[in-house]
């Protein structure tokens, strides 16, 4: 006899709660287990009087229950998808009839409930044997989609009648009449709210005492029992009725096997969902519950489990369907795509319940970065059926690899460059400890790393005092530095002590997690699993001899918080000087140039009051990224003062602007165009070609796309160069530590340690040698630049307007996501990705355009990543052109 399934599990022995590793083998009707598979004797577990049942509501453990009228085995699978896959299989063993699982969850179909256990906090009765469950808070089993209850022992007994999925599942109770066939209340016995009211006497119904008077499971009405019958038999289904697909339309089966639903005319709209059942931590699955007690179970489809394809199959008939996806942009795409392959973009539309972080799509179609949890699920329902439609521009990423001649590349080392090298030092030191200490297990080296580190900031913040003693200009503001320096300094000491301490401390309990690092502790707690980390309590306790080694850790926990605030204040200080004197240049420029400045300095004030530049939640990051910040700006700063000067400088400046002018002249008449006219343009393109580079790949035939090939599909945004190349370090160490990146805050993280890294080691600074942009067939010299990034929608990286502006100026038309164009801007570092005031000076922008071309150089191959997904590009060329558009539903705010 062969296995339904077989693999490892964690199983609870029956005293003190501790998992043990065993091996599981279902056969039949029987699961055995044993020690591992090669085992010779096998426990064995009848299971034809089995109840399977989730461990409860939230169950961040993936643990399940399965009960027999003679024993309880509670068991916990590695993660989410492969306790489902058990489940549904333990389910099927006992069904009488085989269901395709392939096409369909075998729940869709069986009428089977699906068990959680769970505490009520009112009386709560078992539908089976009417009795009241168990206990104060009537403990039990509840399911997950119509709410049934029972007790453990009576669960195997409960008929399967849970809400149903097809016109096959409602049965005898159907309703034919003249209009054809059509539902009747589903009603389920017993447990009302306590404000419950009869919908046919208006008065009280349900009671505390007793399991008495019905509720429908679809339109939510409740009746007495004695009024039951007078109540009009056609289910209206409710509130969410427009969403709903009710089972009478799932009534046949596709020649090619899949379900086709017919559309009713009640149901104007039909609702597809897709949850990621994995996006947020454990919101997915949340969700999924809550859009199955809503709607009809079978419109209801976890990405995690098949993919879009079985949900679109089943709607593709309908004339207009709505689709929500809930999960973050990759689950957007991933269903975008799927609709690509179905061409059912006539049909649908799609709106989006941000999960997780990122969710720059979700924020720009108004439906916000995250969801609340609270979020109540008819609100949800109702935005979504009064939400607008927009055309989404979505973009093909066309790759063509060849090798190509490398631009010669020599440079002149300016005397600023030697002093940039010299910073660079620090910088690379700081981010080689940063790694170290987040990377290691070793206490020693933790302690050692984080002792260089400290003194590494010192020495910096020693140089940062210096250099705010030289330039006098503003009294105040050095002496504020001067006294956060002082105190930074003291508190550096007050660690350095600690940690000294700590060092001498180390050898007995060697291999302690690294303090430095706050959410650590956090996550340590919350995750594991409950037993596992009651266990190691007890270890701490009894080892009542080490606890004194407790102590000093707490304190230097409370120094290294003390020592991050004092780092944050320098930084914040430092940045409000680079912004003043910013702000100080450019209200000089509007002296100079008055009309086209004076637009920009309004808008980027404007924008300061609205924008959120939310700062990256870690400690020990803070120490670095802020400092090389304050220097990047004052770089650009630095060219935007000699502005005033030769026309060389100020068309660095203003070359991507000039080349926009001559790429799209009908944007916008007026002052573009006059200036477009005039000589001064040829004089400035002459004099920002790139010296070393001035001669361009010629592309014999421009529109061509012979040996080209669809590499993927952008519908946010494309980065090449630096910050392509934190994204793919960012999925890369994903891979590595997927423990490390579980929670929202270890990925911020994650982001800032490698966004600094990056910046301070500059790998890509000078990424113009190595790539050659192409707007619109034009060639654009580009100037010094790290990375460039091609967008179609206004929000970059989790909600960073990098176009920094919503509206039209006088060289560029406002940013949208539906006029077929492209908005190219230079990366020049990335913390300007992060707090740029760069981008609200708008400095950055190279062009509007219809269509991209970038040429990659040499030999090496360029990071480059398309909606978050990053990969190395071999050299060759990338052309980005129009694919199609998708019908999007927004929010209007
Ligand atoms: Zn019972
Ligand atoms: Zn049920
Ligand atoms: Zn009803
Ligand atoms: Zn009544």
């Known amino acids: 006899q062969t296995s339904i399934k077989e693999g490892l599990l964690l199983k609870q022995t ?132 119509c709410k049934f209850k029972a007790h453990k022992r009576c669960a195997v007994r409960a008929t399967n009648n849970c809400k149903w999925t097809t016109l096959a599942s409602i049965g005898k109770d159907i309703i034919e009449d003249e209009d054809g066939i059509a539902m009747p209340h ?119 489990n098949g993919g879009p394809h079985l949900g679109l199959r089943l709607f593709q008939k309908f004339d207009n369907f709505r689709i929500l996806v809930c999960g973050g942009d990759g689950s957007v795409g991933w269903v975008l795509s799927e609709i690509d392959k179905l061409s059912l973009h006539k049909q649908a539309s799609l709106g989006v319940l941000p999960l997780g972080t990122g969710n720059d799509l979700a924020r720009v179609l108004g439906w916000g970065g995250s969801c609340d949890d609270d979020t109540q699920l008819p609100q949800i329902l109702e935005k979504l059926e009064r939400a607008s439609t927009k055309m989404l521009d979505r973009w093909s990423i066309m790759s063509y690899e060849l090798k190509l001649p490398a631009k010669p590349s020599i440079l002149p080392v300016t005397a600023e460059e030697s002093e940039e090298c010299q910073i660079s030092a620090y910088e690379d030191s700081v981010a080689a400890h940063l790694a170290k200490i987040l990377n290691s297990d070793q206490h020693s080296v933790v302690i050692s790393s984080a002792k260089i580190l400290c003194e590494t900031v010192k020495d910096f913040v020693a140089k940062i005092g210096k250099t705010y003693e030289k330039p006098m200009e503003n009294a105040e503001e050095a002496d504020a530095m001067a006294i956060k320096c002082t105190e930074l300094n003291e508190k550096l000491d007050l660690l350095l002590q600690a940690l000294h301490t700590e060092a001498q401390a180390a050898p007995i309990l060697p291999g302690i997690t690294p303090p430095i690092v706050e959410e650590e502790g956090e996550e340590f707690s919350s995750e594991e699993s409950l037993s596992e980390s009651k266990e190691q309590l007890a270890e701490c306790v009894s080892k009542s001899s080490a606890q004194k080694l407790f102590k000093p850790r707490e304190q230097l926990m409370l120094r290294a918080n003390s020592l991050k605030k004092a780092v944050r204040q320098i930084i914040e200080q430092a940045e409000k000087v680079v912004v003043d004197e910013q702000n100080a240049h450019s209200e000089e420029q509007v002296n100079q140039s008055p009309l086209e400045y004076s637009k920009e300095l309004d808008e980027s004030k404007e924008e300061e009051k ?108 494309f980065g090449i160069g630096l910050d392509a190349k934190i994204s793919l370090e960012f999925n890369n160490k994903r891979e590595e530590h997927p423990e490390k990146c579980r929670s929202r805050t270890k990925n911020m993280m994650w982001y800032g ?106 030999d090496e191959g360029v990071p480059v990543q398309v909606d978050g997904e990053a990969w190395i590009q071999p050299p060759g060329v990338i052309k980005i052109i129009h694919k199609n558009r998708a019908q999007m539903l927004t929010r209007d705010r």
């Open 610 to 717: 609205e924008e959120d530049t939310k700062e990256l939640e870690s400690p020990s990051i803070k120490t670095a990224p802020r400092s090389p910040d304050r220097r990047t700006s004052r770089g650009i700063h630095s060219q935007t003062g000699s502005f005033s000067a030769p026309a060389l400088a100020a068309s660095k400046e203003n070359l991507p602007v000039l080349n926009t002018r001559i790429i799209c002249p009908g944007l916008r008449a007026g002052l573009a165009a006059s200036i477009a006219g005039s000589s001064i343009i040829s004089k400035m393109l002459l004099a920002n070609i790139d010296p070393f580079g001035a001669t361009p790949f010629i592309d014999p035939d421009p529109d061509s796309l012979e040996g080209y090939s669809e590499k993927c599909v952008m519908n946010n945004y």
């Open 14 to 145: 029956s005293s003190f709660q501790r998992w043990k590793k065993r091996y599981f083998k279902l056969r039949g009707r029987t699961l055995y287990y044993a020690k591992d598979s090669k085992s010779l004797i096998f426990d064995e577990v009848d299971l034809s009087d089995a109840s399977v049942a989730e461990s409860s509501t939230k169950n961040v453990n993936n643990s399940f229950t399965i009960i027999t009228p003679f024993r309880r085995l509670i068991l916990c699978a590695e993660n989410r998808k492969e306790m489902e896959d058990w489940i549904s299989s333990l389910k099927s063993v006992q069904s009488r009839e085989h269901y395709e699982t392939a096409q369909f969850n075998v729940e869709h179909f069986s009428g089977m409930h699906n068990w959680y256990a769970c505490s009520h906090a009112r009386p709560t009765f078992c539908n089976v044997c009417r009795e009241s469950l168990s206990g104060v808070t009537s403990h039990g089993l509840s399911c997950e989609v």
């Open 753 to 858: 340690v490698l966004g600094t890294k990056e910046l301070l080691q500059r790998t890509y600074k000078n990424l113009e040698q190595k790539v050659q942009l192409e707007c619109d067939g034009q060639y654009i010299p580009l100037p010094s630049l790290q990375g460039i990034a091609v967008l179609n929608i206004p929000s970059y990286a989790g909600g960073t307007n990098f176009w920094g502006g919503t509206k039209e100026d006088d060289i560029f038309g406002a940013p949208s996501f539906d006029d077929k164009i492209l908005e190219v801007v230079a990366v020049f570092g990335s913390m300007q990705m992060a707090v740029s005031r760069v981008i609200k000076l708008q400095h950055h922008r190279i062009a509007q355009c219809r269509s991209v071309k970038i040429t990659i150089l040499g």
């Open 186 to 304: 589903q009603w389920l016995e017993g447990n009302l709210p306590v404000s419950a009211k009869c919908a046919v006497c208006d008065k009280t119904c349900g009671s505390v005492l007793r399991l008495q008077d019905w509720k429908c499971l679809w339109c939510k009405a409740m009746v007495h029992t004695a009024c039951k019958d007078l109540y009009p038999r056609k289910c209206p289904l409710g509130q969410c009725k427009v969403s709903i697909i009710p089972p009478t339309a799932l009534n046949s089966i596709d020649s090619d096997g899949f379900w086709k639903a017919t559309c009713p005319p009640s149901c104007a709209s039909p609702l597809l969902v897709f949850v990621n059942s994995k996006s947020g931590d454990n919101q997915g699955v949340k969700f999924l519950r809550r859009f199955k007690q809503s709607l009809n179970p079978a419109q209801v489809f976890d990405l995690m």
